[in-house]
């Protein structure tokens, strides 16, 4: 059975960090492409960053470049997601998602293309 399990939310004060993981069961995160959406009150889900499964290309949206950074430990079948210089803003509800095919930078930030979706984690950035 398919699982994905994000955790390592938390609260955090503006300026530090967090880094959140995607763990997967029943299937090898280095064959699939894992997306990070996130999803804040009020908000549509929206990509965050991802990882392709074929060379592991790295894609973010631009309110998040130069602050976080996505990365896959095969070993322990897990992408994470460093956050760093987190900001108010960035306070939202975290997911992980899992699709069997590469995805490019048209096309990676686009919710319906994921086949499979973890349970979320919240991330509060406040003082």
């Known amino acids: 059975q398919v699982q994905l399990v994000e955790s390592g939310g938390g609260l955090v004060l503006p300026g530090g960090s967090l880094r959140l993981s995607c763990t997967a069961s029943g299937f090898r995160l280095d064959y699939y492409t894992i997306g990070w959406f996130r999803q804040a009150p009020g908000k549509e889900r929206e990509g965050v960053s991802c990882?392709?499964?074929?060379?592991?290309?790295?894609y973010y949206t631009d309110s998040v470049k130069g602050r976080f950074t996505i990365f896959r430990d095969v070993a322990k079948n897990t992408v994470y997601l460093q956050m760093n210089s987190l900001k108010p803003e960035d306070t939202a509800v975290y997911y992980c998602?899992?699709?069997?095919?590469?995805?490019?930078?048209?096309?990676?930030?686009?919710?319906?293309?994921?086949?499979?979706w973890g349970q979320g984690t919240q991330v509060t950035v406040s003082s």
């Open positions: 998602a899992a699709k069997m095919a590469s995805l490019d930078g048209r096309t990676w930030y686009t919710r319906n293309e994921y086949d499979y």
């Open positions: 990882i392709s499964r074929s060379l592991g290309s790295t």
